[in-house]
């Protein structure tokens, strides 16, 4: 258990729908990243967040929407959802300083349909 | 910008053989590197890491070594076994803008077959 907690863990919605994916960070730890696994696209950074605020922005869609609260949790949401956007959604956290590695939660499967 | 280059897969082995699966990187100034596994229907786990240059990771009988004059962190393992058929990820964390994202390569598979 990395204690990095996800919900939920499998989701499925119709086309031009929107959802939130949820994140609680491991105890401490202050950075949560954002990541999609998808077949074809291998692991993409969507975003990082420090303590309330965005620290880092990857490969993330204009539809899709992160945030992070003062209790740490972290939601991301997903908008105008299309087929392509199924796919695995990890969070991960760590302390957020220095070159630290993170750990991830289980992840939240979500099937577009 | 960082970026890190993992050999494909699948890689198949059979039980008991030397696994190597290398792994190089680009990055600036210097980065954490790191190797992650994924098992089947589960989220990544850290497996082990290297600081600084020549820092050899290891854990349950995987290692690696920091080689900062080749760029590269090959990932080895002197008798695999069928649990650890896997998906297995190398990793950067550099400090990049004020974010110290994890930079991952396309993944490697691992079939371990009796």
């Known amino acids: 258990d990395s204690g990095v907690t996800q919900t939920p863990k499998h989701l499925i919605t119709a086309t031009g729908q929107r959802v939130t994916l949820r994140c609680s960070p491991r105890?401490?730890?202050?950075?949560v990243y954002w990541y999609q696994q998808s077949l074809d696209q291998g692991l993409q950074f969507l975003i990082q967040?420090?303590?309330?605020?965005?620290?880092a922005k990857g490969n993330i869609l204009e539809r899709f929407s992160a945030q992070q609260f003062p209790d740490l949790h972290s939601e991301l949401n997903l908008s105008s959802l299309e087929l392509g956007d199924s796919a695995l959604y990890f969070c991960?956290?760590?302390?957020?300083?220095?070159?630290?590695?993170?750990?991830f939660g289980q992840g939240t499967r979500l099937t577009v349909v | 910008g960082n970026s890190v280059t993992q050999m494909e897969g699948p890689v198949t082995l059979s039980e008991e053989a030397f696994l190597t699966i290398n792994c190089t990187y680009t990055a600036t100034g210097y980065p954490s590197l790191f190797w992650y596994v994924q098992y089947p229907g589960e989220g990544l786990q850290l497996l082990l890491k290297a600081t600084k240059a020549d820092d050899k990771g290891s854990n349950k009988g995987f290692e690696a070594t920091y080689r900062k004059e080749t760029t590269s962190f090959h990932l080895e393992k002197g008798s695999v076994q069928v649990s650890d058929s896997a998906v297995y990820f190398c990793?950067?964390?550099?400090?990049?803008?004020?974010?110290?994202?994890?930079?991952f390569g396309t993944g490697t598979q691992l079939k371990v077959e009796l």
């Open positions: 105890s401490g730890d202050l950075s």
């Open positions: 991960a956290s760590s302390s957020g300083r220095g070159r630290t590695e993170a750990f």
């Open positions: 990793a950067l964390s550099a400090l990049t803008g004020g974010g110290n994202k994890l930079t």
């Open positions: 967040y420090y303590n309330g605020e965005e620290r």
